[in-house]
């Protein structure tokens, strides 16, 4: 089975909307027919320090971070405290 993926993303201009990534995956079988699924996940952007903040507030405390404001990836490692 062959499969092509496709990613739509809705992003409204004001940062604190939802957002929406619609993926659909187009699957092709071994006789050439055609099917697709499609998946939808709503979210809310958030921020570097938002997220850090409630990581902190949950009762983790950050062990490392790589964010860098010109980076276009992150991780944070946290352990419970």
């Not at 201009?13 to 055609?34: H, K, M, N, Q, Y």
């Amino acid at each position: 089975m062959r499969c092509t993926s496709l990613y739509i993303w809705s992003i409204p201009d004001d940062f604190g909307s939802p957002c929406t990534a619609e993926i659909v995956l187009l699957l092709e079988d071994a006789e050439g027919r055609i099917s697709h699924r499609r998946h939808v996940i709503d979210f809310v952007p958030f921020r570097h320090d938002d997220l850090a903040d409630s990581i902190r507030a949950a009762g983790f405390t950050v062990r490392d971070d790589s964010f860098q404001e010109d980076g276009s990836f992150y991780a944070i490692a946290a352990t419970a405290t």
